[in-house]
RNA sequence: GUGGGUGUAGCUCAGCUGGUUAGAGUACCAGAUUGUGGCUCUGGGGGUCGUGGGUUCAAAUCCCAUCACCCACCCCA
């Protein structure tokens, strides 16, 4: 073999891609009931884009973007994230100008330079959701029921979804405070890694695994207890506008979103099931974003959904329907000329919408039987020296085992009834 | 970037105290059944034993390096 897919790629084969169709499919019917409509975007963006979106001080801007010199010299980015990208074209597009808010959703692959694991890729996939130009607390709400309504219509009923306040410019700084207050003494027993957050992202220790850490961590003063008024009263509201829409929360004083741009609300659903990295969603508030895009100050809330994760969430848990993969209609020749008229035949049944195959191998009746078989059809058609003769086909139902002559004008009438009454 | 585990047939794996021609199951192809799938039986094709180097009369087996995959840390979807 030449070379191999590079690392922390997949290739999604037949058998597999109609798992991600499907998830595709309930997605679209939820965004589209939610009144969201679709953008697409491009799959690389300017370095700086994600630099001033995402943040500086993030790992993603740090260490984890694809990013190279265009044959321009032009300094791209493979995203690494849909969120600023959106944000980016609600902008260059004047979409402000519009009615507002402007509800948005995408799908499609994403790019960040991590050591593979479980659930966790360099090209991975996710959909996204963007609500631009409403501060409105019950759009908060209405985001993260959008999200819990998907999962549920996936039949995942069991996630949990934390939500927290991480607040705003304005309490940030007394948070920060309070945080360093409450560990400076004991800032010799924080794992090495804290003891770099306590200066640089003292929020970040709140979210720490290392089991001191997190003892410490549990007393600590948080986000929620530092809110400036206007974030204290956003963030009950929209606490009550869930409990109006009877989502069940968790409320997550820990929960700390990695990107810079969030403020107020962030939240993120997990499934603890499925490895380590056991998110299979999040989003917040970026009431900041546009403005940091160079835009007018316009607030903003999303969410991000992994697809990776979503299905190993679901082949967890046997939600994974059984789709039908085979052809309608596998139609089986014995001798040259059958072969011939078959051939002709399979481009009636195809233009006919009967979905239907016939073999080019040469091989023996018996063997298209079973290859029939194998590629699971719901008919065979038999056609030999035989039934040519009487101008008919042997039409066999191979689930029933059952077989019965068919004249050969009717045979694509008499297979759309059988189909009709079985599979619409 | 750090740590642990694993690399033998398309797939799942055995073989690994070094020693004939590297095996099984499954999948694939064919035959038993000269026009009929799922069951059974028989046969066949298919392997640079991840790669490179070393030790040895002899390496899938021991040593070193390297690569890939898996899992975890970090972080996140």
Redo the contacts with the bound molecule.
């Keep these: 073999?030449l070379t191999?897919?590079?690392?922390?790629t997949a290739d999604i084969l037949p058998g597999q891609v109609e798992k991600w169709q499907y998830v595709e499919s309930v997605a679209a019917r939820v965004f589209r009931d939610y009144g969201y409509r679709e953008i697409r975007l491009p799959i690389f963006e300017h370095t700086e884009l994600f630099i001033r979106g995402v943040g500086e001080d993030?790992?993603?801007v740090e260490k984890?973007m694809y990013t190279f010199k265009d044959r321009g010299g032009r300094s791209i980015t493979l995203r690494p994230?849909g969120t600023a990208a959106a944000a980016r074209a609600y902008l260059e597009n004047k979409l402000y100008a519009g009615p507002q808010p402007v509800k948005l959703y995408y799908s499609g692959p994403m790019f960040?330079y991590?050591?593979?694991?479980?659930?966790?890729?360099?090209q991975?996939h996710?959909f996204g959701v963007e609500v631009f130009g409403s501060h409105h607390p019950a759009v908060d709400a209405e985001v993260m029921a959008l999200v819990m309504d998907f999962y549920g219509r996936l039949g995942l009923n069991d996630l949990e979804l934390h939500v927290n306040s991480v607040g705003c410019p304005n309490c940030r700084p007394g948070v920060r405070r309070a945080l360093q207050e409450y560990f400076r003494p004991s800032l010799e027993e924080l794992c090495p890694?804290c003891k770099n957050?306590y200066e640089r992202n003292p929020l970040?220790i709140l979210?720490?695994?290392?089991e001191r850490c997190a003892e410490l961590a549990k007393t600590a003063p948080t986000t929620v207890d530092c809110l400036c008024p206007d974030c204290e009263q956003h963030f009950l509201q929209v606490q009550q506008y869930l409990r109006d829409l009877g989502v069940p929360f968790v409320l997550n004083k820990s929960l700390?979103?990695?990107?810079d741009y969030y403020t107020h609300t962030a939240f993120?659903?997990m499934a603890p099931d499925i490895?380590?990295?056991?998110?299979?969603?999040?989003g917040g508030r970026y009431n900041g974003l546009v403005e940091a895009c160079g835009g007018p100050s316009i607030p903003g809330i999303g969410a991000?959904?992994?697809i990776?994760?979503i299905i190993l969430a679901m082949e967890n848990r046997g939600l994974i329907p059984a789709i039908k993969a085979g052809p309608d209609v596998f139609l089986a020749t014995?001798g040259d000329e059958p072969a011939r008229e078959g051939f002709k035949l399979l481009a009636e049944l195809r233009a006919a919408g009967v979905a239907s195959d016939m073999d080019y191998?040469g091989?023996?009746?018996?063997?298209q039987?079973?290859?029939?078989?194998?590629v699971e059809a719901l008919y065979?058609i038999?056609?030999?020296?035989?039934?040519?003769g009487r101008g008919c086909v042997?039409l066999?139902?191979?689930?029933?085992?059952s077989?019965r002559e068919v004249a050969r004008q009717d045979v694509i009438k008499v297979l759309k009834e059988l189909l009709n009454g079985c599979c619409d």
Aim: charged content about 35%; proline content about 3%; overall charge positive.
């Design positions: 073999m191999t897919r590079p690392r922390g993030t790992d993603i984890e994230e960040r991590d050591r593979p694991q479980a659930g966790r890729y360099r991975f996710q890694n957050r970040r979210d720490c695994k290392s700390v979103r990695g990107l993120e659903i490895g380590a990295q056991s998110s299979v969603g999040g991000a959904l992994g990776e994760r014995a191998q091989r023996s009746l018996k063997a039987m079973k290859y029939a078989a194998k065979t038999i056609l030999g020296e035989e039934e040519m042997s066999r139902d191979m689930a029933a085992g077989q």
